[in-house]
Nanobody, 118 residues
Framework: QVQLVESGGGLVQAGGSLRLSCAASPRTFSNYRMGWFRQAPGKEREFVAAISWSASNPYYADSVKGRFTISRDNPKNSVYLQMDSLKPEDTAVYYC???????????WGQGTQVTVSS
């Protein structure tokens, strides 16, 4: 069964932090590169970060580099996004994705809302 379930979104003030979690079914997690994307109101979905199965060489969008950290826990079939120094422009629905290649992905979660107030 293909399943990706995000959690951890919410409302936070600018400068604050949030940690997003994504629980995946083994079918959508094992051996795949995992990632996070986001979509702000009126904008297209954009890539945020991705991490390989071995957790080597995570890569980030320039807009979040140095502020966001992606990680994964393979025994728990989970991937995380630690978001620090949040800005109002980070406000978006954040999506967990599996089988990420470059800036596209095959499997998607339903998304979790992140709102950063100024």
């Amino acid at each position: 069964q293909v399943q990706l379930v995000e959690s951890g979104g919410g409302l936070v003030q600018a400068g604050g932090s949030l940690r997003l979690s994504c629980a995946a079914s083994p079918r959508t997690f094992s051996n795949y590169r995992m990632g996070w994307f986001r979509q702000a109101p009126g904008k297209e979905r954009e890539f945020v970060a991705a991490i390989s199965w071995s957790a080597s060489n995570p890569y980030y969008a320039d807009s979040v580099k140095g502020r966001f950290t992606i990680s994964r826990d393979n025994p728990k079939n989970s991937v995380y996004l630690q978001m620090d120094s949040l800005k109002p422009e980070d406000t978006a629905v954040y999506y967990c994705a599996s089988d990420v290649h470059g800036m596209v992905a095959r499997y998607w979660g339903q998304g979790t809302q992140v709102t950063v107030s100024s």
